[in-house]
């Protein structure tokens, strides 16, 4: 069995606007040539600040988007190359954990109703005592009373619906989890009670997760592995959580995260500037214009991401 479940390989997607109805078409590339392993088993990391690409990436990884180039290999299967209705059998085991719970469970609906919809997707109809067993084992799984099943979604608090989002994702029984800013919209103590959860679930169930975050201090306390983005690209891969990071992006969303109050930390309050235009990137490296030890070859010349004992890094001048 690879030790890798999933591989992305050169992963590249761009979005088309207009300005106005007449105005001229203008691309942005969200996530540009992105290759990362994620191995069986482990929780990795992707991070990076708002409008990096990361939500764009997890979809791809899904393909609830389309890419316009690249690979996304699942236990060595291309994902692309699989018909509809293979593609619907294996998302029994990729499955998708969003930042906003609403979004996964319809408002009309019991929690019952939407815990078991997943597998009438699936073509599965279980006669009512074994949809009863399910909805217990999952409710449990998850640490809600069995008898909120009954309930509405408005009914719940924000960390209840969160751990029902979780238990839709588990009603299949998946190896893999795309985790998209998971507690991003809880408070901080329920934020940290739904860490805990999934830390649980991935042990006793031996799950795979793809955990993505702007909180790079909680990527470190949470994931195996931590893959960097900036403008659609990946900047750096620190192969542990304690890896001392070598790019100056990431050496600045770290010291962001100093802040002990999660709930006041921002990212940016450490980093100097803004994101270039993702409509007009700049020709070299994107972080030049807000880096301290930028010379004229960033300006001009984009660093490839090179990979040295386990560590991937894009930089020309990484601090020493
Ligand atoms: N459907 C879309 N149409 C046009 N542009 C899009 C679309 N989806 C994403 N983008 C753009 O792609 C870029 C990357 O967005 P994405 O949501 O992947 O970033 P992100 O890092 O997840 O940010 P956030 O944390 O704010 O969600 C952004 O500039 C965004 O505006």
Do not use: W
Not at 98 to 123: C, H, K, M, N, W
Not at 211 to 239: K, N, T
């Amino acid at each position: 069995m690879s030790a890798k479940l999933l591989e992305v390989r050169g992963l590249t997607r761009t979005f088309t606007s207009r300005n106005g109805l007449f105005g001229r078409k203008r691309v942005m590339t969200a996530v540009a040539d992105v290759s990362l392993d994620v191995p069986r088993g482990q929780v990795t990391g992707v991070v990076g600040e708002s409008g990096c690409g990361k939500s764009t990436l997890a979809r791809l990884v899904l393909r609830l988007l389309e890419a316009d180039q690249g690979q996304v290999l699942f236990e060595g299967v291309d994902l692309a190359s699989l018909s509809a209705s293979a593609m619907r059998r294996l998302r029994r085991r990729l499955q998708f954990v969003f930042q906003d719970p609403y979004s996964s469970i319809d408002p009309r609906y019991t929690i019952r109703a939407a815990l078991l919809e997943p597998s009438q997707v699936q073509g599965e109809h279980l006669h009512a005592a074994a949809a009863t067993d399910r909805i217990n084992s999952l409710m449990a799984m998850v640490g809600l009373n069995p008898s909120l099943a009954q309930s509405y979604p408005h009914q719940l608090s924000g960390g209840q619906k969160q751990r029902i989002g979780i238990a839709r994702a588990l009603a299949l029984q998946p190896s893999f989890l795309v985790l998209d800013e998971p507690t991003a919209s809880l408070d901080v103590s329920i934020q940290a009670q739904i860490i805990a959860l999934l830390e649980k679930l991935q042990q006793e169930l031996g799950l795979t997760y793809l955990f993505i975050s702007h909180d790079l201090g909680l990527v470190r306390y949470f994931c195996d592995r931590i893959v960097v983005m900036y403008l659609g690209r990946i900047v750096e891969v620190l192969p542990s959580a304690d890896t001392p990071p070598r790019h100056p992006y990431t050496i600045a969303l770290m010291e962001s995260t100093f802040e002990p109050d999660p709930a006041k930390r921002r990212v940016i309050t450490r980093l100097n500037g803004e994101l270039p235009d993702a409509f007009n990137p700049p020709p070299g490296c994107a972080y030049a214009a807000r880096c301290a030890h930028a010379s004229d070859r960033c300006r001009s010349e984009r660093p490839a991401l090179v990979l040295r004992d386990g560590h991937e890094l894009a930089c020309h001048h990484p601090p020493t």
